[in-house]
């Protein structure tokens, strides 16, 4: 039976990436048309690197939380997958309003913060869905060793 639920666990969590990924893109090809038709290139370039930075940290974390959900470690890897989750777009806001560049004058900001909301709903979702699936009364987690 712990088997099955492995296998089944285990096959959710890239599916819940992958879809995180999709909708990333998605997002990222319509507010880049947008941005274009507005902006021009620096702004399609500016939804880029926000949808790239928020897509990649959304999926790093739902990885971390998916992967030590139901162990011992399911509640530090939820709190390091927060960590993930805001390091790399802070890093990179951080970076692009101290250099002042083109990208920063573009918006990369607010795109900054489309995408993070975006990719903060869409991970919490996926990550509910990959924690219920992984749900089992006998596990670790939900006897508390």
Same mark, same amino acid.
């Given at each position: ?19 995180? *990924?999709? &909708?990333? +893109? %998605? =997002? !990222?090809? /319509?507010? $880049? ?7 021009? #290139? ?16 959304? *999926?790093? &974390?739902? +990885? %971390? =939380? !998916?992967? /030590?959900? $139901? ?7 939820? #709190? ?36 993070? #909301? ?28």
């Amino acid at each position: 039976m712990e088997k099955s639920t492995d296998g089944r666990s285990g096959l959710r969590l890239p599916a819940a990436c992958i879809v995180l *990924v999709l &909708a990333i +893109a %998605l =997002a !990222g090809a /319509l507010g $880049g048309s947008i941005a274009h038709g507005q902006q021009g #290139l620096l702004g399609s370039a500016a939804v880029a690197v926000a949808a790239l930075t928020c897509g990649l940290s959304g *999926v790093a &974390a739902l +990885a %971390l =939380a !998916g992967l /030590l959900s $139901g162990t011992r470690w399911g509640v530090h890897g939820i #709190l390091a997958a927060g960590f993930v989750r805001f390091f790399l777009p802070l890093a990179v806001v951080t970076a692009s309003a101290a250099v002042q560049g083109p990208l920063s004058r573009a918006g990369l900001f607010g795109y900054m913060v489309i995408f993070f #909301l975006i990719a903060l709903v869409l991970e919490t979702l996926l990550l509910v869905g990959v924690l219920r699936s992984d749900s089992n009364p006998g596990s670790v987690a939900w006897r508390g060793r």
